[in-house]
């Protein structure tokens, strides 16, 4: 089965700072997913990166995929109290199968 | 376009009661996934379907636990007797033929086993 390991497990920062939060397969990657949950809702999906090297952006939030396809870091420049919650990466392995990782729960202090 | 559609939104049942919660995949979609979400075990996944059919359903805890999905458009996933433990959000998720790899999730089923 996949399986993705999300690091850290939890952050705290203060507004304004720079963060990053790692998604590692121990497989190739189909296709990678960036999730963000807000306590007590849904899922809400923010990116998708399929090709080895691909980063995307969407306003503050950047994402990559590395080159071996195993490997993907999500980065948020500036982070507001907005961006505060669970982050999770979830991976299509064969096109079949989808698996979340382990989550990164993200407290923003303003 | 209406996204994967699941009801109920949320539940508060009694222990030993049967649960049944119910998701509409998007239209033309023919992979069907359905997802636990505690905050021990983080989201898992329970079991799938590809074209109606139950392709892996490893995930699922135990034999208290049943999902079918008689049509493309609607799937349920039973759980009787329900016990505390059973208490999470349940996701169901649904996707377009492998290949394109999009995947749509609900918006959730908040079960509360008392």
């Known amino acids: 089965s996949q399986e993705l390991e999300q690091s850290p497990q939890s952050l705290i920062v203060q507004e304004g700072k720079n963060l990053t939060i790692n998604c590692t397969s121990s497989?190739?990657?189909?296709?990678l997913y960036w999730y963000k949950q807000k306590y007590g809702e849904g899922l809400i999906f923010l990116m998708m990166l399929q090709k080895g090297g691909e980063e995307k952006s969407h306003e503050k939030i950047t994402a990559k995929l590395d080159e071996k396809k195993q490997q993907s870091s999500l980065h948020i420049t500036a982070s507001q109290p907005s961006h505060a919650g669970i982050y999770l990466c979830?991976?299509?392995?064969?096109?079949?199968?989808?698996?979340f990782g382990t989550g990164t729960s993200l407290t923003v202090i303003p | 376009d209406a996204g994967v559609i699941q009801s109920p939104r949320h539940e508060v049942t009694e222990m030993g009661q049967e649960v049944t919660l119910r998701c509409k995949p998007i239209?033309?979609?023919?992979?069907l996934f359905w997802y636990r979400q505690t905050m021990m075990r983080g989201l898992e996944l329970l079991i799938y379907f590809n074209n109606n059919v139950p392709i892996d359903d490893s995930g699922m805890p135990e034999d208290r636990f049943s999902a079918k999905m008689p049509n493309a458009s609607f799937s349920t996933l039973k759980i009787q007797p329900s016990e505390p433990r059973d208490s999470a959000v349940y996701f169901c998720?649904?996707?377009?033929?492998?290949?394109?790899?999009?995947?749509?999730f609900g918006e959730g089923s908040w079960l509360t086993v008392v």
């Open positions: 239209s033309g979609h023919n992979s």
């Open positions: 998720a649904s996707s377009l033929p492998q290949g394109v790899n999009t995947i749509y």
């Open positions: 497989k190739t990657l189909y296709g």
């Open positions: 979830g991976a299509d392995n064969t096109g079949n199968q989808f698996y």
